[in-house]
């Protein structure tokens, strides 16, 4: 049964150096600044502006709580969820939802009529414990996204509260005590952009950002030392038909840098071949790895 008090959702989110790593942050906040009754930004300890970018959207939902990451949690990227889960331990305990975003990632504007249908059907059922969001992984440049086995195809990134929900190992997903969470999908979809930016820019977040998972050694065996990322590594690409969100606009149109992919040229062994041809024809993703569980 569907309550008829007014539905209350919070959202929340980590960034560390927004600038430096040209994440779309303002964008990605405001994507979904219009579900939330309020916005918790937590905000890690940044060499850059990233306070001053945040404040720049100037809206009196947003609450910035300050942390410094912890350079010890390397392995498997747990800081992330540490982080995460600070954010999380700040939104309204009376809250229906909890709106995740990660500072690289915009909600589209395709489904959102879906989305608020879908918040509203579940947030009273109790077997319901999240929403679930297709994804869309852009590369390279705003024209393409991957399309391989490699890239997830959906998480969960609204979530009820006081279930005991935390934010699982790297912060892709969420789970309770290790479980995973009972979820419907949400129909909408979250469009990634993590893996566009300037190739200088990416290559500098590859290196930083893989400290968080491997040791020093790992390291020097596995990131190459050269000043830009080499986009034309990618085993599969395909060119993006539909449109970005509006609040995309003018960051896509002051894009600096241009980068040569070949999308017809797929770098994959025939097992991946014949395993994308089968999901391509039934829509079935074999041995797909799901941090969640459809009810």
């Known amino acids: 049964m569907v309550s008829d008090k007014p539905m209350i959702v919070s959202g929340f989110t980590i960034v560390r150096n927004a600038v430096k790593y040209e994440y779309p942050v303002i964008e990605s906040i405001n994507s979904v600044l219009p579900f939330c009754d309020e916005f918790i930004v937590c905000l890690g300890d940044s060499e850059d502006s990233t306070e001053q970018l945040i404040n720049s959207i100037n809206s009196p939902k947003i609450r910035i709580i300050h942390s410094v990451w912890d350079p010890a949690l390397r392995e498997g990227g747990k800081v992330l ?34 989305l608020k249908s879908a918040m509203i059907k579940w947030k009273d059922n109790p077997e319901v414990e999240g929403l679930l969001f297709d994804y869309l992984h ?52 979250i ?84 395993l994308m041809w089968i999901e391509s024809v039934t829509g079935i993703r074999i041995g797909e790895y799901k941090n969640y569980k459809i009810v």
């Open 81 to 114: 969820a540490v982080e995460t889960n600070k954010a999380l331990a700040e939104v309204r305990k009376d809250a229906d939802w909890a709106f995740y975003i990660q500072a690289d990632e915009c909600l589209a504007e395709v489904g959102l009529e879906n």
């Open 191 to 274: 469009y990634h952009y993590g893996w566009v930016k300037h190739p200088a820019s990416q290559k500098q977040k590859e290196k930083d950002f893989n400290k968080l998972w491997h040791g020093d050694e790992w390291l020097e065996k596995n990131v190459e030392d050269v000043p830009e990322f080499d986009y034309s590594k990618i085993d599969s690409i395909k060119p993006f038909a539909g449109q970005h969100p509006v609040c995309m606009r003018n960051r896509i149109a002051s894009v600096n840098w241009k980068v040569k992919l070949e999308p017809s040229k797929k770098k994959l062994s025939l097992k991946n071949r014949v």
């Open 138 to 189: 852009f590369y390279g440049t705003y024209d393409y996204v991957a399309d391989s086995r490699n890239w997830y195809r959906n998480e969960i990134r609204l979530i009820k509260l006081g279930i005991g929900v935390q934010s699982w190992k790297d912060a892709q997903g969420f789970r309770i005590n290790g479980r995973k969470l009972k979820v419907k999908s949400s129909g909408a979809c």
